[in-house]
């Protein structure tokens, strides 16, 4: 095992040796991964490899932590007038839906309802032009409750997308959609993924950087 430095944060990297022709990342959890290395590989080049990769260990990390720790629960107001996101902008509750006599558990059931229409409504209506854009076309499309990802590509080419997302702004949106497009084609995260994915948005970084900051207040 070994441990490494990247803009403040300690990486630790597990290391596992074996019969291979080059090292490979995975990330196992918050700033720790495990390092595939061929037989002989030097600690100075691993410590290359994992620098390298900092930019993304860090984000996922990032990421990844948000996860574990979950989303950030909403306080609703007898009023209605709590501020909730839509599309990447503050809203009282009323604006967004009917709260007259509504007690809390029917509110928050009522906003739920209305972001899934939502996030399939705007998913429907964009993710068209990227399919042309590359060339791949997913077997299904659905809306789904997640905690953890904020959407997802199966083996056999089955799209789901977060609800929560009806709660981020239409760019951060096309990235979540761009991602798992690409994933038809490239199912791991590697060079070739990500390249597609600039390909198309090349600020993608922006939009992962979006949602490691504001995930947490994407939430009901």
Same mark, same amino acid.
């Not at 930019?55 to 007898?78: D, F, N, R, W």
């Not at 399939?120 to 590359?134: F, S, T």
């Not at 905690?147 to 056999?156: F, L």
């Given at each position: 095992?070994?441990?490494? *430095?990247?803009?403040?944060?300690?990486?630790?990297?597990?290391?596992?040796?074996?019969?291979? +022709? =080059?090292?490979?990342?995975?990330?196992?959890?918050?700033?720790?991964?495990?390092? =595939?290395? $061929?037989?002989?590989?030097?600690?100075?080049?691993?410590? #290359?490899? @994992? +620098?390298?990769?900092?930019?993304?260990?860090?984000?996922?990390? #990032?990421?990844?932590?948000?996860?574990?720790?979950?989303?950030?629960?909403? *306080?609703?107001?007898? *009023? %209605? +007038? %709590?501020?909730? &996101?839509?599309?990447? !902008?503050?809203?009282?509750?009323?604006?967004?839906? $009917?709260?007259?006599?509504? %007690? *809390?558990?029917?509110? /928050?059931?009522? &906003? +739920?309802?209305?972001?899934?229409?939502?996030?399939?409504?705007?998913?429907?209506? /964009?993710?068209?032009?990227?399919?042309?854009?590359? !060339?791949? =076309? $997913?077997?299904?499309?659905?809306?789904?409750?997640?905690?953890?990802?904020?959407?997802?590509?199966?083996?056999? =080419? !089955?799209?789901?997308?977060?609800?929560?997302?009806?709660? #981020?702004?239409?760019?951060?949106?096309?990235? @979540?959609?761009?991602?798992? &497009?690409?994933?038809?084609?490239?199912?791991?995260?590697?060079?070739?993924?990500?390249?597609? @994915?600039?390909?198309?948005? $090349?600020?993608?970084?922006?939009?992962?950087?979006?949602?490691?900051?504001? %995930?947490?207040?994407?939430?009901?």
């Amino acid at each position: 095992m070994i441990t490494i *430095e990247i803009q403040g944060q300690t990486i630790t990297c597990h290391i596992e040796y074996g019969k291979r +022709k =080059k090292a490979s990342i995975t990330m196992d959890l918050p700033y720790m991964v495990t390092i =595939k290395a $061929p037989n002989g590989t030097s600690e100075e080049a691993l410590t #290359a490899l @994992v +620098k390298q990769h900092g930019e993304v260990i860090l984000t996922k990390s #990032a990421l990844m932590q948000q996860a574990l720790e979950g989303p950030q629960a909403k *306080e609703y107001e007898q *009023e %209605g +007038k %709590g501020a909730f &996101l839509h599309f990447g !902008k503050e809203h009282a509750l009323h604006e967004l839906i $009917p709260v007259e006599g509504l %007690g *809390e558990d029917e509110l /928050r059931a009522t &906003l +739920k309802k209305f972001y899934f229409a939502e996030c399939k409504r705007v998913i429907g209506e /964009r993710i068209g032009r990227y399919q042309r854009e590359l !060339k791949v =076309k $997913p077997k299904s499309v659905d809306i789904v409750e997640s905690a953890t990802k904020w959407g997802s590509c199966s083996w056999d =080419k !089955k799209l789901t997308f977060n609800y929560r997302l009806a709660m #981020a702004p239409y760019e951060v949106i096309d990235y @979540v959609i761009i991602h798992e &497009l690409c994933h038809i084609h490239h199912m791991n995260h590697d060079r070739s993924f990500w390249r597609r @994915v600039g390909s198309i948005m $090349p600020d993608y970084k922006s939009k992962e950087d979006y949602l490691m900051r504001h %995930g947490r207040a994407m939430t009901l």
